[in-house]
Structure formats: C-alpha cells, structure tokens
C-alpha cells in the first residue's frame, strides 16, 4: 500500500514540463537532476554560457537557455525558449537569487543600486517570468490537473536577521507575492507556492556565511527531493480534485 502511493507521487512527475531558473549550480542543480531523474522534461536557465553548456552536456535531454532573470529585456526571450524547448509548461520553478553585496552588510550601509540588484532578480525576476509564461500555465491548467509555480524561499523572508536586509527584504516580498497570486490563480487551476529549503552546502551558502561548518548544512539534493515531492503531491492532488468536478455525465 505504501510502496503503491510511493509509486503514484513518482508517476505524477512523468512527462512534466518544468522550467527551473538558476539550473547551474547548488539547488538548481540538484533540481535539474532530480525532476530528469523523475522523468519530467527540464529547461533551465542561467547567465554563464558554460555553465549552461556544461550542464546540458552532463544532463541528456535538458534544454539550456543562457539569460539573466534581473534583465527585463531577457524575460521574453527567455519564455519563449522555454515554451519552444518544451512545447508548453506545466511547472516554473523560481530558483535563481542574489545574494547582495558580500560580506552581508547592515541595511544603513548598504547601497541603494545594490538593494534594486537584488530586488531584479529575486523578486521583479520571478514576477515578470511568472506573468509571461501565465497562458501557457493555464493552458496545462485547463488540459490537465493543474499547474504549478514553486518560488524559492528562505527563512530570511520571515526572520529580521542583522545583515541580511537586501536579500530579506527581496525574499519577503517573493513571499507575500506568491501567497497572493496564489489566491488569484487557484481558480485557474493555477498553484503557487513558496518554499524554504533550508540551510544547504552551496556556493552562495559559502558566499553568505564563509565560516559555517559545511559538512553540517543539508545537501542540495536533499532539498530538490522535498521540492520534487512537494510538487508531485500537489499535482496529484489537483489531478484527485478536477476528477471530482467532472459531471456524472461525462465521467
Ligand atoms: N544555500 C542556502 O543555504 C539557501 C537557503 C535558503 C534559500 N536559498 C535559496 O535557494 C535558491 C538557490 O540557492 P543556491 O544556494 O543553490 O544558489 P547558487 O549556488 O548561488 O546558484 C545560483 C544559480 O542561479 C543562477 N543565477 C544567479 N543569478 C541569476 C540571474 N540573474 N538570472 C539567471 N540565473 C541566475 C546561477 O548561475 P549564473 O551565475 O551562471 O547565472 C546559478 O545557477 C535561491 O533562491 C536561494 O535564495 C538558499
């Protein structure tokens, strides 16, 4: 019985077209591999061609798109990629982040060109990729259970650490966002969610906080696991919830 839910959770995740940004290194990464692994269809992005090169090398049948999610001018561009390598979307994954400036300064100290830095890439980012590959989330919506945006968190959005202004700040407000657009899209079968991985061992990790103990900190991988089920789960759920608001007469 379990090992058939397990199975089922597994299944949901076949055939999926995920987009993830930031495909190139630590979560990303690990994102990549895990939703191939699962048999999904992956594009991602990220802004160093070799980085995205080498990716696409080591991962058969991953779509490697080169932008930059701060930049206006790369959204559009960037969707259609996607919508072209994939042929339509029903996952976004939100991933891609900046930090700000390093070593983590206090907000008084802090620039104004690089609080906007990190506000165009973690939150406007997310926002105007999100709104520009919207139809092509309610068309899976509409031809299949549902679809999903996953934004990624942190616990800076929720606790006011000293020192993490900017990027608490930006992470803050791709949370309250999600959870309002989330309100807006649920009737367009349209699910939005913001997750916390957690404290992991990655080179913005290391950015952030250099003298952490590294080999205490979660694996990457651990947390695109939880992210993977995370969606699967809610997409079975969705597949369980439009099978329930189909008539008697055409079931
Ligand atoms: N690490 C942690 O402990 C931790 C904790 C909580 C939350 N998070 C969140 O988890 C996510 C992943 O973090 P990570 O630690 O895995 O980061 P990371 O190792 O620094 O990887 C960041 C990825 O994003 C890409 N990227 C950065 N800016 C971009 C942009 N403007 N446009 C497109 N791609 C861009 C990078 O490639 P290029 O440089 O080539 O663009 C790279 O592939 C982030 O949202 C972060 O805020 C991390």
Known sequence: M????????????????VAITGGTSGLGLALVEEF????????????????????VHEHAGAHGIVGDVSRKDDIHPIAIQILAALGGLDV???NAS???????????????????????????????LTKALLGALASSAREGPGAVVLNVSSDAAISAYPRWGAYGTS????????????EELTAEGIAVMSLDPGDM???????????????????????????????????????????????????
């Open 2 to 17: 379990h090992a058939n839910s397990e199975d089922d959770v597994f299944r949901q995740l076949h055939g999926l077209r």
């Open 36 to 55: 191939l692994d699962r048999g999904a269809q992956v594009a991602f992005v990220a802004r160093r061609r070799e980085g995205v090169a080498e990716v």
């Open 92 to 94: 976004l994954i939100n």
């Open 98 to 128: 900046n930090l700000g400036p390093s070593p983590l300064a206090l907000l008084a100290d802090t620039e104004c060109e690089d609080l906007e830095r990190v506000l165009a890439t973690n939150l406007l980012g997310p926002f105007r």
């Open 171 to 182: 992470k803050a407000a791709l949370h309250h966002l999600s959870r309002i657009w989330n």
């Open 201 to 251: 061992d990655t080179p913005m990790h290391a950015l952030a906080v250099p003298e952490v103990d590294r080999t205490q900190l979660k694996r990457p991988e651990t947390a695109a696991r939880e992210f993977a089920d995370a969606v699967a789960k809610l997409v079975a759920f969705m597949n369980r919830s439009s099978e329930k608001m189909v008539p008697e007469s055409v079931q």
